[in-house]
């Protein structure tokens, strides 16, 4: 059975640093890796989709890598800004098993 | 575009009513929904899968004859919960993709259910 972990569970930093969230996954077969945040109260936005054939993907300050074979994805949020401020869930496509997410918090 | 609605975005009912959930993909066709439930500072659990035409798959632990699943068209999907309980009060969000498991899925906003 998949399972998903998320370290750390909450982080909270000043504006302009750069950081790095981590998701470990124990099922190596898992297909596509997907990177979500989700306001308070609110649905999920999607940030990055790494399919199994790429080994990361790069949207802005974001960057999000993919290692099957140790079971790991990062995301890297360069230069973090107060309205990155949210919960960063990833998930595997192959039926989205979520992790229990990163809550982060930047100050100005 | 890949727009995913819910309506309502929040209700507030009396224990023993049922309560429609609606989601729809607003500009694609969407062979595969799925719908989810939050608990508070928990993370997504997954409910079922509904593909159209056919029947939802669930998840073990989720009963099929309360959280009625109807997928009629490639646009819409609803979730009804039947005869709600204060346990159902959750989160539950909608996702649509493209086709099976192994596309990018796009989420709705979400609908804050409250039983009394």
């Known amino acids: 059975k998949q399972e998903v972990t998320q370290i750390p569970a909450a982080l909270s930093v000043p504006e302009g640093e750069n950081l790095v969230l981590n998701c470990s996954f124990t099922?190596?077969?898992?297909?596509?890796l997907q990177w979500f945040r989700q306001d308070p109260g609110k649905g999920l936005t999607s940030l990055l989709l790494?399919?199994?054939?790429?080994r990361e993907q790069t949207s802005g300050r974001l960057n999000a890598s993919l290692d099957k074979s140790s079971g790991r994805s990062t995301l890297y949020i360069a230069a973090s800004q107060p309205g990155d401020s949210a919960t960063y869930l990833c998930?595997?496509?192959?039926?989205?098993?979520f992790g229990t997410g990163t809550r982060l918090q930047v100050f100005p | 575009g890949a727009v995913v609605s819910q309506h309502p975005s929040r209700v507030i009912c009396k224990s023993g009513t049922s309560v429609k959930i609606e989601c729809r993909s607003l500009?694609?066709?969407?062979?595969?929904m799925f719908w989810y439930r939050q608990f508070p500072k928990q993370s997504l659990m997954l409910m079922a899968t509904?593909?159209?035409?056919?029947?939802?798959?669930?998840e073990q632990g989720v009963e099929k004859d309360k959280f009625l699943i109807n997928h009629a068209s490639l646009t819409l999907s609803t979730l009804t919960v039947t005869s709600a309980h204060p346990e159902d009060s959750s989160f539950y969000i909608c996702?649509?993709?493209?086709?099976?498991?192994?596309?990018?899925?796009?989420f709705g906003p979400g609908t804050r259910l409250t039983v009394l």
């Open positions: 996702s649509a993709s493209l086709d099976s498991y192994y596309n990018e899925q796009f």
């Open positions: 099922d190596s077969a898992i297909y596509n």
């Open positions: 790494i399919q199994s054939s790429q």
């Open positions: 998930a595997g496509t192959d039926k989205l098993i």
């Open positions: 500009d694609f066709q969407a062979t595969t």
């Open positions: 509904s593909n159209e035409g056919s029947k939802a798959t669930y």
